[in-house]
């Protein structure tokens, strides 16, 4: 829910604040990181990897909403450190982080697949009493047959991604952790996106886009 209800309103509101919380996400995930306790090592390693994700995406809603094709770039920037964190005692954030990113490229896939990409810069420069309007025009564009088909096949993918990662979890000990937490991280991709549909059908001022 923090993608729709916290960060993305956050950041069109005050994109600088929302952006310099990435270091208290980071910071905090270091300070836990110091702790010898497993359990508390692995909340401060998923911090790190969440910090990732709300570092590209403050970046991208901030200052290049009205730009779609740069959403999946500007969300890779931490791609690099995630690809050398994965074999590392950190690969739980890393995970989490690969595995968001993977989610994010599904969507963007579908925004373009549907049309919705077209439409996504009117949305976000129209002004906030002609947003609401255009984008649930927008989303009920989706409620057609071949936009169904689409964005159904690609949740089924998802989940069937999703489901290997459960079975590599209980194959190999050393990366169980960050399989099922790549998993969950890929699955929440279906949860996200489906309250961003919802709330753009019924109430799209809340949706975080406007």
Not at 1 to 27: G, K, R
Not at 143 to 156: K, V
Not at 165 to 171: D, L, P, S
């Amino acid at each position: 829910m923090l993608p729709v209800f916290v960060q993305a309103p956050w950041v069109h509101v005050n994109p600088i604040s929302a952006l310099m919380f990435t270091m208290v996400i980071v910071a905090t995930g270091i300070y836990l990181g110091k702790d010898l306790n497993d359990k508390w090592f692995n909340v401060g390693a998923l911090l790190v990897g969440v910090s990732g994700s709300w570092l590209g995406g403050c970046l991208f809603w901030g200052w290049l909403r009205a730009n779609p094709v740069l959403h999946l770039p500007v969300e890779s920037i931490a791609f690099p450190l995630a690809l050398l964190g994965i074999n590392t005692r950190w690969r739980i954030g890393a995970s989490f982080y690969l595995a968001s990113l993977l989610g994010t490229a599904f969507t963007d896939l579908m925004i373009l697949s549907t049309g919705v990409m077209e439409a996504w810069p009117q949305v976000v420069q129209a002004s906030f009493k002609d947003a609401p309007k255009i984008l649930n025009t927008t989303a009920q564009k989706l409620l057609t047959p071949d936009s169904i088909f689409l964005i159904l096949s690609a949740a089924l993918l998802i989940i069937g991604i999703s489901l290997w990662m459960g079975f590599r979890a209980k194959e190999n000990d050393k990366y169980t952790s960050s399989w099922l937490v790549a998993s969950a991280a890929l699955t929440t991709t279906l949860w996200v996106d489906g309250l961003f549909f919802l709330t753009t059908l019924i109430q799209p001022q809340v949706s975080g886009l406007i």
